[in-house]
């Protein structure tokens, strides 16, 4: 939705910053919040000027359609600072559309860009001390809509809140990846939100996923809901398969999210000579590829992590490991993908926007 309306941000300073008690280089993901937040609210069919305000918690009435029946939405964003001090962003305006997107299949109002991206840029500048300079060093930025109308009537809200809420974030770590297979369980279905960024599709994984940590492996591979023989998605990210020197990843579709750090990857390594195709890739080529040794990584894909390489799967009970390579597709892409990021390297396709 782009809408010229001129939209007043009006400012409201905390009185004091706690920037100085965090210890940004022991930082747990997502935990740690800044000083202040965006809030705009959508109420009698219009959007309300957006405020900008001390981070604090808010009441909220206890039958707001958010907690009855799921209407909540959001993005996964970072701010990223060079060596000159100057706070860049990384392809906002897929996240703009991608987040209407949702909006729309969640049947919630459209935010204008002159709340989403100006006010956005309003608030990084009031916050860009945060920003810390650094490879691996970024904030984690969060716009969020929840249905804040009241009733429990199953229907739409006729009220919303957005909100953009910031997070200081290091380099994102999580140890060895090991990952099993889906058999039973979707993480979404055609016709229904897996193509959003919906609350309800994340908690709808907690359980599947909490099986298969207690089975020894930290994520899953998703497959189609209708014959579990197609792989999908890697928990919470876009999937890459490497077999040979072709990369494989599935198409976009109702059931699988149109992740902007995928579509970076794919551009990324076209232009860097890397064979891409992307179709529906089945369980049982991974297998075949796997035990003939064509298999040589598979990487998810997404915000947080960027790339995260998966050391092996399990599929019906048996574990297939992965080949340890000295120069691997997923380093290499991370490497260049993160330089355009940090503005250590040109960027020849216009992805970052200074604030």
């Known amino acids: 939705m782009t809408d010229h309306t001129p939209f007043e941000i009006d400012i409201v300073k905390a009185k004091s910053s706690k920037i100085d008690t965090v210890d940004f280089e022991n930082l747990a993901f997502g935990n740690i919040f800044t000083d ?3 809030v705009c609210d959508f109420k009698d069919g219009n959007w309300q000027n957006p405020v900008i305000k001390p981070y604090e918690p808010f009441l909220i009435d206890p ?4 907690f009855h029946y799921g209407q909540a939405i959001f ?7 060079d060596e000159y001090d100057d706070v860049w962003l990384f392809r906002p305006d897929e996240n703009f559309k991608r987040f209407n997107a949702s909006a729309t299949r969640m049947a919630m109002p459209e935010v204008p860009e002159n709340v989403f991206i100006n006010g ?3 608030l990084l500048n009031i916050e860009k001390n945060w920003v810390k300079k650094g490879l691996g060093n970024s904030l984690y930025i969060r716009p969020f809509m929840i249905a804040t109308g009241t009733g429990v009537v199953a229907a739409p809200s006729n009220n919303y809140r957005f909100m953009i809420i910031l997070s200081p974030a290091k380099s994102y770590y999580s140890g060895e990846v090991k990952v099993v297979i889906a058999e039973h369980y979707s993480r979404a279905a055609n016709g229904g939100i897996g193509a959003t960024k919906a609350a309800g599709n994340y908690s709808a994984q907690f359980y599947p996923t ?9 994520q899953i591979i998703w497959t189609d809901d209708a014959t579990h023989t197609k792989l999908e998605e890697a928990g919470t990210m876009n ?7 072709t990369l494989f990843t599935a198409p976009t579709s109702e059931r699988i999210l149109d992740g902007v750090t995928r579509k970076s990857i794919i551009t990324l390594a076209e232009h860097l000579g890397i064979k891409v195709e992307v179709r529906s890739v089945l369980v049982s080529e991974l297998i075949e590829a796997a035990k003939n040794g064509t298999l040589k990584e598979i990487f998810g894909a997404g915000t947080a992590a960027v790339i995260n390489p998966i050391v092996g799967f399990s599929y019906k009970n048996e574990y297939h490991e992965l080949p340890k390579l000295e120069q691997s597709m997923a380093l290499q892409l991370k490497q260049k993908l993160t330089n355009i990021q940090y503005k250590n390297d040109e960027d020849i396709f216009n992805w970052t926007v200074k604030i």
């Not at 993005?75 to 600072?81: F, I, V």
């Open 75 to 81: 993005e996964g964003m970072k701010a990223y600072k």
């Open 63 to 66: 039958s707001s359609k958010v």
């Open 239 to 245: 999937v890459f398969f490497r077999i040979n020197d």
């Open 120 to 122: 956005l840029k309003k």
């Open 36 to 38: 202040h937040m965006l």
């Open 210 to 218: 909490k099986l298969a940590n207690d089975q020894g492996f930290q």
